[in-house]
């Protein structure tokens, strides 16, 4: 069975740091396009940042660039991570790992159809 789980969120102060990870099992993580949402309370959930199984990485969202890096290891690993520097406080969410098996990137969740339960993540002022 296909399956991503989710760690390394928590309470961090404005500025901190986090690596979020996405441990995968039943698939290979090259063979998937994979991404990470997030969602805050009362809002809709978005894409952060996507890794295709083929081309660029895309970010979603301007303000993480430059301080959030996507990155995959496709070897024995098969996880996916999130380093985040320069957390903010409206970096606040619960930040999921999801997969897509296709080739490309798209910000829809509804594309994705492998999901983790998500790991939550709270930057205080």
């Known amino acids: 069975q296909e399956q991503v789980v989710e760690s390394g969120g928590g309470l961090v102060q404005t500025g901190g740091s986090l690596r979020l990870s996405c441990t995968t099992s039943?698939?290979?993580?090259?063979?998937?396009?994979m991404a990470w949402f997030r969602q805050a309370p009362g809002k809709e959930r978005e894409a952060v940042v996507c890794?295709?199984?083929?081309?660029?990485?895309?970010?979603y969202i301007d303000s993480v660039q430059g301080r959030f890096t996507i990155s995959r290891d496709n070897t024995k690993k098969n996880t996916l991570y999130l380093q985040m520097n320069g957390l903010k406080p409206e970096d606040t969410a619960t930040y999921y790992c999801?997969?897509?098996?296709?080739?490309?990137?798209?910000?829809?969740?509804?594309?994705?159809?492998?999901w983790g339960q998500g790991t939550q993540v709270t930057v205080s002022s």
């Open positions: 890794v295709p199984k083929r081309g660029d990485l895309r970010y």
């Open positions: 999801a997969a897509r098996y296709d080739y490309y990137c798209l910000d829809s969740p509804a594309v994705f159809s492998i």
């Open positions: 039943g698939f290979f993580l090259s063979d998937f396009t």
